[in-house]
């Protein structure tokens, strides 16, 4: 059974850091593109930092400087580091895996960041 499973949300105070992880089980981990998107309430998901098998990583502008994506292809496992958070960055954090030729899009169950003093 395909999963994408996240972990690492939870609170943290403005300024703070947290580091999500996300495992992925029965896919070929290096035939996908590696994705995280979040939502917040009354807003629509965004992309928030993609990496390629190859290591290209794409960001949204305003995470770039504080926001990191990296892939251990050996653990099948994605993660994003996150630093200098703000309150802003609240939002669910949704793991996405996207096949890099077939039409399938695989999402994870979301975990919570809240950033609030």
């Known amino acids: 059974q395909v999963q994408l499973v996240e972990s690492g949300g939870g609170l943290v105070q403005p300024g703070g850091s947290l580091r999500l992880s996300c495992s992925a089980s029965?896919?070929?981990?290096?035939?996908?593109?590696m994705g995280w998107y979040r939502q917040a309430p009354g807003n629509q998901r965004e992309l928030v930092a993609s990496?390629?098998?190859?290591?290209?990583?794409n960001y949204v502008d305003s995470v770039k400087g504080r926001f990191t994506i990296s892939r251990d292809n050996a653990e099948n496992t994605v993660y994003l580091q996150m630093n200098n958070l703000k309150p802003e960055d609240t939002a669910v954090y949704y793991c996405?895996?996207?096949?890099?030729?077939?039409?399938?899009?695989?999402w994870g169950q979301g975990t919570q960041v809240t950033v609030s003093s």
């Open positions: 996405n895996a996207h096949h890099q030729w077939r039409p399938i899009n695989l």
């Open positions: 029965a896919i070929i981990f290096n035939s996908y593109t």
């Open positions: 990496i390629s098998n190859g290591g290209r990583t």
